[in-house]
T-cell receptor, first 117, second 115 residues
Framework: DGGITQSPKYLFRKEGQNVTLSCEQN?????MYWYRQDPGQGLRLIYY???????QKGDIAEGYSVSREKKESFPLTVTSAQKNPTAFYLC????????????????FGPGTRLTVL | GEDVEQSLFLSVREGDSSVINCTYTDSSSTYLYWYKQEPGAGLQLLTY?????DMKQDQRLTVLLNKKDKHLSLRIADTQTGDSAIYFC???????????????FGKGTKLSVKP
């Protein structure tokens, strides 16, 4: 059963703590993405990765960090430097990135809702 | 940067047709997408259209593309209460780079279907 999984579904964090959100895919996709969604704001890109051991900052990378040590996994760490981390976080993947064709189509995981207490 | 515009809300009665509109900015976009998001869930790919097509039909869904006006629409025939969701339009930038990535999303249209 192929797809993208994110865990946990709900996450609570105290102010000043770092937390890591998990994203795993078994679709054999090269590219992976992290988005943040706030009400009425649509999706904003945090980080993306075209291939293992490579990643680029998106529009709102400040206060976040990522790693891409394995093709299947793209964890996102929300650091204490992120001023307003309460949001819904979405991970996505695509076969490739930047070919301009259908292989760029992104498929999404179910999301993680992070709440800072 | 590039921008995708959608109206934020649409309300229809069950059984009517819904039309959700979108305008995009990159005339060289190769693919344009419609995603559906139900409450508390991720985005589900509904359909997409290649830029050399004017129309694509898939069961109750019809996508119309006007490249001259950079206008994309999604028509849902016989709208049901289960169609209530947020619908996102997205364009695939041919010449992406930097912090925008390659897919630019609109802010989403919330469709409410009244019985």
């Amino acid at each position: 059963d192929g797809g993208i999984t994110q865990s946990p579904k709900y996450l609570f964090r105290k102010e000043g703590q770092n937390v890591t959100l998990s994203c795993e895919q078994n679709l054999n996709h090269d590219a992976m993405y992290w988005y943040r969604q706030d009400p009425g704001q649509g999706l904003r890109l945090i980080y993306y990765s075209q291939i293992v051991n490579d990643f680029q900052k998106g529009d709102i990378a400040e206060g976040y960090s990522v790693s891409r040590e394995k093709k299947e996994s793209f964890p996102l760490t929300v650091t204490s430097a992120q001023k307003n981390p309460t949001a819904f976080y979405l991970c996505a993947s695509s076969i490739v990135l930047g070919h301009g064709g259908n292989a760029d189509t992104q498929y999404f995981g179910p999301g993680t809702r992070l709440t800072v207490l | 940067g590039e921008d995708v515009e959608q109206s934020l809300f649409l309300s229809v009665r069950e059984g009517d047709s819904s039309v959700i509109n979108c305008t995009y900015t990159d005339s060289s976009s190769t693919y344009l997408y419609w995603y559906k998001q139900e409450p508390g869930a991720g985005l589900q790919l509904l359909t997409y259209i290649f830029s050399n097509m004017d129309m694509k039909q898939d069961q109750r869904l019809t996508v119309l593309l006007n490249k001259k006006d950079k206008h994309l629409s999604l028509r849902i025939a016989d709208t049901q209460t289960g169609d209530s969701a947020i619908y996102f339009c997205a364009e695939n930038l041919r010449n992406y780079g930097g912090s925008q990535g390659n897919l630019i999303f609109g802010k989403g249209t919330k469709l409410s279907v009244k019985p």
